[in-house]
Every structure is written in structure tokens, then in C-alpha cells.
């Protein structure tokens, strides 16, 4: 709540502006915008990947944001990260295996012995064979790395991940997969998911609730079909109408850009039931 970040240089940059947005547990709520709009920085600050100026990161009622030294590593079991690219987040030295048995490890969820083997189920569980625990990422597939980089999350047996573009480096029909499988274990651990896309489409399919946002403030939220149908913001129109359409040729992010102008960035106003947008 009230989460602010300034990145300092030869100019300071306001990254993120009195951010307020809850997940619940088996909910899935995208963050969208342009490039630059602040949402990854958003994703890694409830990571704990960055410190925030002010603001708090609630987590089971954990403050994440004031903890230091033992007491966020103890915590940092609660928040996991999906990253776009699987490859550059796997460490190519260690088998998979490893890499997904290693939180369990770190978080004293098992021995040493005990995670290998549940390392595996893991493996099983988001749709590899156990026995590829021994192989490492080079050995992989895009899609089959990016499920080792979800098995690797839900080690940790965390309550939220954050999921930054994890399917924009996809083919479209791997990408299915991926959502389907995130969405299945989301409902089953009853985590919640916090899911970064510039993928109008893909937002649609995974999430229940998205926030719109730009230049590090949150300019509407509210259900998923909702905003996307029936936009309320000037901002948000702007954002869906410039939106690409799919192109399975085409992998990796891509840029939006929205016409330049003053978009009301005020405080939310209640425009509908769970509909929020800024005046």
C-alpha cells in the first residue's frame, strides 16, 4: 500500500507513485501498460528484488518491505518470480534438478536428499518427466525451461508469485500451455498471481482483475473483461486501441506506445462495483 520508488542517476525518475493494489489467494491480477509504465518495477519490488522509498508489501501480514537480513531471507520463501527469459534465470552449470531442489534447501523445507526427490515430483507435476531432473537448461526446450523456472518457484511454496512476461518469449501454442498450467496451480495451492503482459489476449485468458498503468501510477483497475470492454479511462482506450495484434511469427516483448498527452492521473474514484478509475 502507498508504494512509492524513485531511481536516482543524472535525473531523478518517479518509477513508481502511491501504489495501492491487493491480490487475493487464487487470484490472478495483471498489471499492463506501456514500456516504461512502471509495472515490472512494480513486480520486482513485491519480489523484494528492489527497496521501495515508502509505502509497505503485505504479505500474510508481513511488511516484506522492512525486513533485512535473516528475517527476509527466512521471508523471501513467500514471493517467487517468473522471469521472461527461463534460459537467462537457469543457472547453466547445475542440472535442473538442483536448481528446483536448491529454495527447498535454502527456505529448511528438506534435506539435501529429501529435495532431490521432490525436486522431481516437481518436475512431474508442471508436465516434465521426473528423469530429466539430471539434464541441464541447455537440454531444454523454451517451454519445457520455463516450467522448470515454475517448478523451481513453487519450491519455495510460495504465497504470491509474480509472473513478469513469462510467456512472451513463447510460440503461441506453447504459451496456452503455460497459462493453463499457472492458472491450475494457482487454483490448487491457492496462490495468488500477480502477472505482468503486454499481451492484451494473454490477460484476458489468465486474469480476473487488471490494473492499467502509466508512468509509475495506477490509472484504472477493476475486472479483467470489464476494463478491457468497456474502458473508462482516456488512458486505457488509448492503451487498447494501440495494442498490436498477435503475430505468432513474433516472440519477445513488445513496445507500446500510447499518443503523448495529459491523462488524469488523480486519485481512484469508484466509477462501477470494483471499478476504479483516476480522475
Do not use: C
Amino acid at each position: 500500500a502507498g508504494v512509492s520508488k524513485t531511481f536516482s542517476g543524472r535525473t531523478e525518475t518517479k518509477a513508481l507513485s502511491d501504489i495501492s493494489l491487493d491480490v487475493m489467494a487464487t487470484e490472478t491480477v495483471a498489471l499492463v501498460g506501456e514500456s516504461g509504465s512502471g509495472k515490472s518495477t512494480l513486480g520486482r519490488a513485491v519480489a523484494r528484488l528492489l527497496d521501495i522509498d515508502t509505502g509497505a508489501i503485505l504479505v500474510d501480514g508481513t511488511d516484506m518491505a522492512r525486513l533485512k537480513g535473516g528475517a527476509l531471507r527466512r521471508a523471501r520463501s513467500k514471493v517467487q518470480m517468473i522471469f521472461q527469459d527461463p534460459y537467462a534465470s537457469l543457472d547453466p552449470r547445475f542440472p535442473v534438478g538442483r536448481t528446483v531442489a536448491e529454495p527447498m534447501v535454502i527456505h529448511g523445507r528438506a534435506s539435501r536428499r529429501e529435495a532431490w526427490g521432490r525436486a522431481a515430483a516437481l518436475l512431474q507435476r508442471v508436465g516434465l518427466d521426473g528423469g530429466m531432473a539430471n539434464r541441464y537448461p541447455h537440454e531444454f526446450s523454451g517451454g519445457q525451461r520455463q516450467r522448470v523456472a515454475i517448478a523451481r518457484a513453487l519450491a519455495a511454496e510460495p504465497q504470491i508469485i509474480v509472473a513478469d512476461e513469462p510467456t512472451s518469449a513463447l510460440d503461441v501454442s506453447i504459451q496456452r500451455q503455460v497459462l493453463d498450467l499457472l492458472a491450475e496451480l494457482r487454483d490448487d495451492r491457492g496462490i495468488a498471481l500477480l502477472f505482468i503482459s503486454h499481451d492484451l489476449a494473454v490477460v484476458r485468458q489468465i486474469s480476473s482483475r487488471v490494473a492499467v498503468m502509466r508512468a509509475g501510477r495506477i490509472l484504472e483497475v477493476g475486472p479483467t473483461r470489464e476494463v478491457l470492454d468497456a474502458p473508462r479511462h482516456v488512458y486505457t482506450k488509448a492503451l487498447i486501441s494501440a495494442a498490436p495484434v498477435p503475430d505468432p511469427e513474433k516472440r519477445g516483448r513488445v513496445r507500446v506506445t500510447v499518443p503523448a498527452g495529459d491523462y488524469p492521473d488523480g486519485p481512484l474514484v469508484e466509477a462501477a462495483p470494483a471499478h476504479w478509475v483516476a480522475s
